[in-house]
């Protein structure tokens, strides 16, 4: 007989000191505990309210339980949840006509995460140039302070090495390059390359935009050498840089793209896109994954992708961006003594700390967050913003004015 459902199992209390005690710790999180939000709006166990300029790392781009998500959610999940790939479902098969409807891609790959969508994405270049090529064309080209996933294989990949420290021996053959930089991506791209991986725009390296001239001469270089061009677009594709995809911007096409992030709006999902040609590497038994493209994730992603790739919404996250920019640029000249200049693109900005407050980024952020503001940092030197591509302008405003409060406390602290 099944054992009753346990109301203290499931509703007993806990903290932010219950993450101390049993949640392995490779994570710091706040010291509030959220446990409800709603578009850009959020609240803690205390009641306290923030206003969310994370959108959970560039995820919930569409803001927290979006009501037209929550009923395509709801709908399916009265109706159909996991098959496991022994069939298919009418959600996927509806995503996957969206999304090479929407872009240069033939086919779609899903997988759960944005690693898994790398992961995908480079074991496919090796097959593809092993069997094409042979087995001397294996190297992987990618890209300093770059990142694209956690799993051994793409952690290796990205460009910090801070981050594979402890783990090796790691995958060899991998070299990386300085972004935007074309003389170094000349001299490493030759011909026993497989694949570049490069993001459109650095996210977690401290949000650099790329050059179009670089990543132009990337195509150019894989064109040559028969290497494949991959374009990790998890945290700056789906509308973020104002284009559906970022490559769609630069005008730059890659073989190969990969998504996940903003996809599923914080339903796990993950998306790699490829030519026709490229796909019939990986046959049938080549690879897979349990969830990839159950009906739940792919009904979220279907509907998300549904509204962002509107040209109206898509213009409104260009306008609202200046609006972003011009605010943060207002607070760099209001306080020259903490923060430096604004980079970014769309509704991905990053600020730039000073001098002296280099290496001191999550001061900042945990000052705004007293203020009720959340926001990112990208490593120790940039604080990032990333909304929600829905916020408003009064919501940039009063995200504006309470970093202002923030940014007036640490002055007068220092
Ligand atoms: C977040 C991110 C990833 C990894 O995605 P996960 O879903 O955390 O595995 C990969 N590439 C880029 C550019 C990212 O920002």
Redesign the pocket.
Known sequence: MNAKLDSSVTTRPVTRQTFDDVIVPTYAPAAMVPVRASGLDLWDQNGKQYLDFTSG?AVASLGHCNPILVDALTKQANTLWHLGNGYTNEPVLRLALALTEATFADRAFFCN????A?EAALKLARKHAHTKFGEHKSRIVSCLSS????TLFTVSVGGQAKYTEGFEPLPPAINHIEYNNIEAARAAITDDVCAVIV?PVQ??GGVVPGNKEFLQELRNLCDKTGAVLIF?E??CGMGRTGHLFAYQGYGVTPDVLTS??ALGNGYPI?AMLTTEELAKTLNVGSHGTTYGGNPLAATVALTVLDIINQPAFLARVKEASVKLVAMLEGLCKDYPEILSFVRGSGLLQGVVVADAWKGKSKDIQKAAEAQGLMMLIAGTDVVRFAPALIVTDAQIDEAGRKLRAALDGLKAAA
């Open positions: 790392i995460s944005g690693a898994e790398n990142f694209h996933g956690r993001e996210g977690e990790d998890v945290q996940a992030k993950g």
